[in-house]
């Protein structure tokens, strides 16, 4: 029997034998210190492939994204952010919890908000909380993994700048975003304050994201580093497993971006099922179904994990562990248990 095919996240990903040796060899150094010369080493590689001046590492996304945040602000102000922005959705409340801030979604179709929204839903009356930060996604997850094209992203971060905002870049995926787009990842990065790049999604590292930016801002979340609990000793395994990442990892997106348009492809017509084939830009495809963990409980049950994000939602993740047969396979089961499930209905919607 085979092992299950794991489609819930690309965050499920393995460190390889390569890595893994490169963790064993790395030099460390107490890096509260900033003496971990493998985690100075990783900083300086990922700034300067993204035309940032420096980068600070931090043991998750979410720590990243919400320094970054509390360096751009100070406290008692909104930050805009795109609707279904991860930062919202997913760090469980934290701009509130840790710095004193208010979340304003605006609206945000396919991932990608208008500047005309953004200039919307800046404040400044006495009478409510002042704007102080702009927060964009790229890509965007609860999107569908879509990619906000350069153009927009570029007149998005302008209509900060005209209201005198700082920009942080949630760059979670941003080397999706950049493979989809066909350019370096420099170009999905510029004209930012801050942006946040994880290692261990796409990439393949077992932990950890890099903050770029400007250095007296990275010094401000340095500062939040250490209040957040992140300032860690001897992490040169940590980064080394980074490096490797960050080497190796971008050129193998591609592929996850072509298995997952062939998973999505393969389940359109599948009864129960609704698909909207254009979201499906980078390495996930979101499904349309009824009782969304009931289906997916039974889908683990026979050999496929999926993600229910809610009660009609299913997320479906591609990575460096998913291969051509692993696709089939999984279009194959899914096909088969949502035919047993409404008895080759019609696709809902």
Request: aromatic content about 4%; hydrophobic content about 40%.
């Amino acid at each position: 029997m085979r092992d299950p095919i794991d489609l819930r996240s690309d965050t499920v990903t393995r460190p390889d034998d390569a890595m893994r040796r490169a963790m064993a060899e790395a030099p460390v150094g107490d890096d509260v210190y900033g003496e971990d010369p493998t985690a100075v080493r990783l900083q300086e590689e990922l700034a300067e492939r993204t035309g940032h001046e420096a980068g600070l590492f931090f043991p998750s996304g979410t720590m990243s994204n919400q320094a970054a945040i509390a360096a751009l602000t100070g406290r008692g102000v909104e930050v805009i952010v795109p609707a279904g922005a991860h930062v919202y959705e997913y760090e469980i409340g934290a701009m509130s919890l840790l710095s004193g801030l208010t979340p304003r979604p605006i609206p945000a179709p396919g991932g990608v908000p208008t500047p005309e929204a953004v200039h919307d839903a800046v404040h400044r009356s006495p009478h409510q909380a002042p704007t102080g930060l702009l927060v964009l996604e790229n890509t965007h997850n609860k999107a569908g993994g879509t990619v906000v094209p350069l153009e927009r992203q570029r007149a998005l971060i302008d209509a900060g700048r005209a209201e005198g905002l700082p920009v942080h870049l949630d760059g979670a995926r941003a080397f999706n975003a950049a493979v989809a787009l066909g350019v370096e990842i420099a170009e999905v990065t510029a004209g930012f304050d801050t942006a946040s790049i994880c290692l261990s999604k796409g990439l393949g590292a077992p932990v950890g994201t890099v903050l770029v930016g400007r250095r007296e801002v990275l010094r401000e979340a340095h500062r939040y580093r250490k209040a957040f609990g992140g300032g860690m000793r001897q992490i040169g395994g940590l980064a080394a497993a980074g490096l490797e990442a960050l080497r190796h990892g971008p050129a193998r997106l591609a592929h996850d971006h072509a298995r997952a348009r062939a998973l999505a492809e393969g389940l359109q017509d599948v009864p129960g099922i609704a698909i909207d084939l254009a979201s499906v830009q980078s390495n996930m495809v979101y499904l349309g179904v009824e009782d969304a963990p009931d289906v997916a409980a039974d889908w683990a049950a026979h050999g496929v994990r999926a993600n229910a994000l809610g009660p009609r939602t299913i997320r479906l993740v591609t990575h460096r562990h998913v291969g051509d047969d692993d696709v089939e396979a999984a279009t194959t089961i899914v096909r088969e248990r949502m035919e047993a499930r409404t008895g080759g209905a019609p696709v809902a919607g």
